[in-house]
């Protein structure tokens, strides 16, 4: 099925006028993805604006958000990142001010 997608994402990601900021989720806690990597690609190469948001923070340290932000910015060359935990809340606030600035850009 996932091979079908390209076929109505990249025209929608490409030509659809009102999409005013992608928030790419990524699991915070596992190794990057190829297919992240290749998503984040295809949001620069579109002109795209975008948001790296890494998922579940709560599983990890203090120490641990750091090096999961340091790897999340390597992996995909992502300035705008942020981590979020669904399950505390943390980060939530900021996401929901960065998807209203992008809301309000066009
Ligand atoms: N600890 C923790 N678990 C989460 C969080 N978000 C989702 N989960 C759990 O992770 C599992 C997969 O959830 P899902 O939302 O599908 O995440 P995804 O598979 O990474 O896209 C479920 O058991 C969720 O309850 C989070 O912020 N913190
Ligand atoms: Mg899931």
Redesign the pocket.
């Known amino acids: 099925m996932s091979a079908e997608w390209p076929k109505f994402i990249d025209p929608y990601v490409k030509e659809r006028a009102t999409l005013a900021l992608c928030v790419c ?1 990524v ?1 915070a806690t596992i190794p990057a993805r190829a297919s992240d990597g290749q998503l984040i690609e295809f949001l620069k190469s579109a002109g795209r604006e975008y948001l790296v948001v890494g ?5 990890l340290s203090g120490n641990g958000r750091a090096k999961a932000l340091k790897a999340l910015r390597e992996a995909f060359g992502a300035e705008r990142l942020l981590l979020v ?3 505390t809340g943390a980060g939530m606030g900021e996401l929901w001010t960065r998807i209203e600035l992008g809301a309000g850009s066009w």
Request: net charge positive; glycine share 0%; proline share 0%.
């Open positions: 989720l699991d998922t579940k923070s709560d599983r935990s669904s399950k």
